[in-house]
């Protein structure tokens, strides 16, 4: 079981200003008294975990709150610059461990709970998850936030505060089922409410003389959830809204007996705010969607101008000194209109001005390159919804062309293009699946979309202007490539022209990113473009979920600077070959394996071997992460036992397979990998020819609190994206730490992971990225070499091996016949050097010490992808935002 009640960092009290030097007895009096005010007893033995949780809980937000205002109020006598994390997903997970141990207050905590009976195991179990975010995205910005407090740095997260979070996913019948995520029902002990703190959001009206009349209005309410920092008594903020109506009720519509009248407005307003978009790519042209954007952007935009105008007046040049904000993603990539808005309108500042402000203050992170997630709203959404911002968008457009034409480079285009007839452009054609031109065509079209040749014009119509043809690919304002005559606004390109600085997150991604959908970017404004490679916190992810392993790390370096300083871990490395070490380091994994486990039986019913090898792939399902792969691969495992004499068998390395992760609900391929998944156990699983040689387990409703006991129990992770698909990747970086083996492509951070561990380490396959275009534009047309080992396993499910044979046939087609246009994320052509590293994987287990060493030099390796190291770069690279803790008094 977890032995969180020990916690492996003894801090001495008083050492970071939250841990009190107050003896037991006022600690156990807090949380007595703290029962009471929660409406429980002090009766502990009588109380659920549940009401036991919210009055401790309590007792340590107490403390919390006291730092948490000692910091902003410190904070604001200096008028430091602030840096805010505008993101509309933060993936926070459980507080109450995370805090009692960030503040120090683990020890006492610990022996206090243990004095009254009560497991803190138990109590940690009773916090609902905060589900704010999808996947990696959001979980980064949790992460980030937690980096930045114990920096010191001034920094507030920006987002929305959702009343439901991320679905939760349950198994019907083995597919998959998703039900809400209400996790505010028993209250929410993190969050401050600030009924002061409102702004007035408009939407839709009418725009005069450059007066926007808003045709609806909704308020913004602030809840501010402190964020305990490791080691240091600041306490930053994650600030989020709510969305409320402007009038309460509508007296009148209630009096003619219309009750839903009387009511409208509010359900209206609360839809905002209501739930979090359950889509890992983005619902296209959805006004709820923009209207949750614009909401969050413009209630954090006014509340920081707000702060500012109240201690600097006008002095509007000075903001850029003051304030920095980080747009995660395009998602609140409005922003660029929006301050342009109320600088402008609202401060009376002239364009310029406020576009140099504008440009000083903005900087935007781009996390992926799948095209169905790059946001493009069509003009007429914009333009109904938020029609001064889409005046302002497209002047941001007309002015940034026409400063182009100054830049040399881009003068000599426009000058050819002047001077020679302007060619005829190719007639657009749907080109068969994976025909495409080019890496850039690669990823930013999906499969079987025309690939942007243009329609010669029509007689009649106007042949364009050869100067804004040759301009055309800077353009933020676009035509919809599939929808003639439907012009969309490029969100990224509104925010790569509108910020500072651009960056990708990990070192392959940044360059992709500037050869492909930023290239004319790129080529124009080379200075913008940087990179900020990932990282996590490794508190969260492994000083508090990995407490065995952490206290042996501490004990073998000689103390828990580690903890704040990752670079530390490299000083295990001299470990690896330690016999007694390693024996130890075996133990814990162990340990943590039997701790999983028993998890699994809990929420599976499945009971587990643990002398297996674990295997875990635990993600959101999507073609491009290819879980597919992994299952193609134990189907022919599969297939290998049953044909095996019993002499062989006895020879198969027993493997524990487990994948998890939730598909988008409208995702119909993921939901037939989630299902092949569980259709692969239920048949491996009973079948006595196997017996423990494979099991084969889909964990449900993968989530933050089930990583943190899945990642400490893995020996091997799977990230196996096609090469050039993944932008970075974070839980293979929460796997290094937690010394699991990686099998994985030349993708994402997994790059730098082998830089960081030793390639040799690390289980390596696959094409890399720069063959990824040759084969999706040639090789693919006349490619038959198929492993008859994937063709064997892909039989088996077509054959219905499985089950359910029909439901299958069409995810087998997907990757059937690749001449054809299909399997654009090239499983076949990658298998045959899969199972070769799967080979290896096997091999390798048999030697327990070598696997062993691997895994403390995994642990050892990963210091660099510390969230700190990312926040270090961001704050002096882009924000230039500095440290600032609370001079203990
Ligand atoms: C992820 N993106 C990337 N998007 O896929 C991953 O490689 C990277 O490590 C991580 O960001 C952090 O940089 C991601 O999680 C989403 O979940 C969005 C949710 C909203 C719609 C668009 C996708």
């Not at 977890?2 to 037991?24: F, H, L, M, Y």
């Not at 959001?201 to 450059?210: E, K, L, S």
């Not at 990932?534 to 992810?541: C, E, L």
């Not at 046939?809 to 298998?831: E, R, T, Y």
Request: proline share 5%; charged share 25%; with cysteine.
């Amino acid at each position: 079981t977890r032995a969180i009640a020990e916690p492996p960092v003894k801090t001495a009290p008083g050492s970071n200003g939250v841990a009190t030097s107050e003896g037991d007895s006022k600690l156990k009096e807090s949380i007595l008294q703290n029962l009471l005010n929660t409406g429980s007893s002090t009766h502990i033995e009588a109380l659920d975990a549940k009401d036991v949780y919210r009055g401790v809980a309590q007792s340590v937000r107490e403390k919390l709150v006291a730092a948490f205002n000692r910091t902003q109020e410190y904070w604001r006598e200096e008028d430091t610059k602030f840096i805010y994390y505008l993101s509309a997903e933060f993936l926070m997970g459980r507080s109450l461990l995370n805090t009692v141990q960030n503040l120090g207050l683990g020890g006492p905590y610990g022996e206090v709970l243990k004095e009254l009976g009560v497991k803190m195991e138990a109590l940690v179990d009773a916090e609902q998850n905060a589900a704010l975010g999808n996947g990696g995205l959001g979980r980064l910005a949790a992460c980030f936030l937690d980096s930045i407090a114990t920096l010191d740095l001034p920094g507030w997260g920006y987002g929305i505060r959702y009343k439901y979070g991320m679905f939760k996913q349950a198994l019907k019948g083995g597919y998959q089922d998703e039900l809400p995520d209400i996790w505010l029902t028993n209250g929410n002990p993190w969050e401050i409410a600030r009924p002061n703190i409102t702004y007035r959001i408009g939407f839709y009206g009418t725009v005069d003389q450059f007066q926007w009349s808003p045709a609806e209005e909704v308020i913004a309410k602030a809840y501010d959830n402190p964020i305990p920092g490791f080691q240091t008594s600041t306490v930053g903020n994650l600030r989020l809204w709510e969305a409320l109506p402007l009038h309460e009720f509508d007296l009148a519509a209630f009096n003619k007996g219309d009750y839903v009248q009387a009511v409208e407005e509010r359900r209206k307003a609360e839809d905002i705010s209501a739930v979090l978009y359950p889509n890992d790519a983005t619902e296209y042209g959805k006004e709820l969607r923009l209207k949750q954007q614009y909401f969050f952007v413009s209630a954090s935009l006014q509340d920081v101008l707000a702060r500012f105008r109240e201690r600097h007046g006008a002095n509007w040049p000075l903001l850029p000194e003051k304030a920095c904000f980080q747009m995660n993603d395009t998602h609140p990539t409005i922003a660029v209109a929006e301050l342009m808005r109320l600088l402008i309108d609202c401060e009376g500042l002239g364009w310029d001005a406020a576009w140099a402000i504008t440009q000083k203050c903005l900087a935007f992170t781009n996390h992926t390159v799948m095209p169905e997630a790059l946001e493009k709203w069509p003009v007429a959404v914009i333009g109904k919804l938020l029609p001064r911002h889409m005046e302002i968008i497209d002047k941001i457009d007309t002015i940034w062309k026409d400063s182009l034409k100054e830049q040399e480079k881009v003068l000599g285009q426009v000058e050819a293009a002047a001077k020679s007839a302007p060619p005829k452009p190719p007639k657009a054609e749907i080109k068969p699946k994976g025909a495409v031109e080019s890496l850039t065509d690669a990823l930013t079209f999906k499969a079987g979309e025309p690939s942007g040749g243009k329609e010669e014009p029509e007689e009649g119509e106007e042949e364009e202007d050869p100067v804004e043809a040759a301009l055309a690919k800077y353009s933020i304002i676009t035509e919809n490539p599939w929808e003639k005559g439907v012009k969309l606004v490029n969100m990224a390109y509104l925010a790569v022209v509108g910020s500072k600085a651009v960056n990708g997150v990990a070192a392959i991604h940044s360059e992709i990113i500037k050869d492909t959908i930023f290239k004319d970017f790129y080529d124009v404004m080379p200075h913008k473009f940087q990179n900020k490679t990932n990282g996590v916190t490794p508190r969260r992810w492994l000083a508090w979920c990995n407490p065995a392993l952490a206290a042996l790390i501490t004990e073998a370096l000689g103390g828990d600077e580690w903890i704040n300083d990752a670079t530390r871990l490299s000083g295990l490395r001299k470990f690896a070959d330690d016999k007694d070490f390693q024996a130890k380091w075996r133990a814990i994994k162990l340990a943590n394996k039997e701790r999983l486990a028993a998890k699994i039986k809990e929420r599976t019913g499945v009971t587990l071997p643990t002398t297996p090898l674990y295997d875990i792939q635990i993600k959101r399902i999507h073609e491009y992460k290819r879980q597919y792969l992994n299952l193609l691969s134990v189907a022919w495992r599969y297939h290998q036992i049953k044909a095996a004499t019993p002499l062989e068998r006895s020879k198969f390395v027993p493997r524990v397979v487990l994948i998890g992760g939730k598909a988008a609900s409208a995702y119909y391929m993921a939901k037939k990998i989630i299902r092949l998944t569980t259709a692969i156990g239920e048949t491996v699983n009973s079948d006595p020819d196997v017996s423990d040689l494979l099991k084969v387990v889909f964990l449900p409703d993968y989530n933050v609190d089930w990583a943190e006991v899945i990642i400490p129990g893995s020996e091997l992770s799977q990230h196996i994206s096609t090469a050039g698909t993944e932008a970075s990747g974070t839980s293979n970086m929460k796997f290094a730490m937690n010394g699991c083996l990686i099998i994985g492509t030349m993708d994402g951070a997994n790059i730098e992971i082998a830089e960081e561990v030793g390639k040799e380490n690390l289980f390596v396959f696959g094409m890399p990225a720069e063959d990824v275009q040759g084969w999706r534009d040639g090789k693919r047309a006349e490619w038959k070499d198929y492993d008859p080992r994937f063709t064997t396993a892909l039989n088996m499910i077509k054959d219905g091996v499985f089950g359910d044979k029909e439901y299958f046939q069409d995810l087998a087609d997907s990757i059937s016949d690749m001449s054809k246009g299909n399997d654009w994320f090239l499983v076949a052509p990658d298998f045959t050097d899969y199972l070769r590293a799967q080979a290896e994987v096997d091999k390798l287990y048999l030697d327990q010490d070598e696997w062993t060493r691997r895994s403390i030099l995994y642990t050892a390796g990963s210091g660099f992808f510390s969230s700190d190291r990312t926040i270090k770069q961001y704050a002096d690279e882009i924000w230039d935002v500095k440290p600032m803790p609370v001079p203990s008094s």
